[in-house]
């Protein structure tokens, strides 16, 4: 026996969440965190006013960017939207022609587990297709996200770059 579960305190609840999480009582807050944003020379890192080499250093001026209440609200909702306004549907859509195309002898059933991998990929495209279909619906909600959102900034100066400067405009009569 080498001793260490003897040595856990009984009346600490025991966290799994991070490797030093032994150490802690509780578990750290859960934090809606994503990739690493630049930060600017002229804001700074910390509280206190970093040296000199802190601010050209290009490992350290990295900071994480945390979603607003407000965007994290547009992706949940992007999110719930596509999957039941179009990934349900494609897939059940693809999925019958597929079961009807296999019972009418129009494509062949695997000799071995049968109708289930062409059913399991029509679901599968239907999925990618609905996901896919509402990417425009999703890009609008975002864009429309308020002037204080760094998302919905990102999102509507993208659209104005790439988007709506390709977009073909209609002849003048």
């Known amino acids: ?9 009984k009346e600490e609840p025991d966290c799994d969440c991070y490797a030093d999480a032994r ?8 934090r809606n965190v994503t990739h690493p944003l630049p930060v600017s020379p002229v804001e ?23 979603f607003t209440q407000e965007e994290m609200k547009a992706l949940e909702e ?6 039941y306004q179009r990934c349900l549907p494609f897939s059940a859509i693809l999925a019958t022609l597929t ?40 890009d ?5 996200l308020p002037p204080s959102s760094h998302l919905g900034n990102v999102m ?4 104005a770059d790439n988007i709506a400067y390709n977009t073909p405009k209609p002849p003048k009569k």
């Open 1 to 9: 026996m080498s001793g260490t579960k003897d040595n856990v305190n």
């Open 44 to 66: 700074p890192v910390a509280p206190v006013a970093p040296p000199p080499h802190v601010l050209t250093s290009p490992v350290l001026l990295q900071r994480y960017y945390e």
């Open 99 to 138: 079961y009807t195309a296999i019972k009418n002898d129009m494509l062949r059933p695997n000799p071995h587990f049968g109708s289930v991998p062409k059913m399991g990929m029509a679901i599968f495209t239907g999925y990618v297709l609905g996901r896919l279909s509402y990417l425009s619906h999703c």
């Open 140 to 144: 609008e909600k975002l864009r429309q």
């Open 78 to 83: 992007c999110d719930t939207e596509s999957f």
């Open 156 to 159: 509507r100066k993208y659209y």
């Open 23 to 30: 150490t802690k009582k509780t578990c750290p807050p859960t």
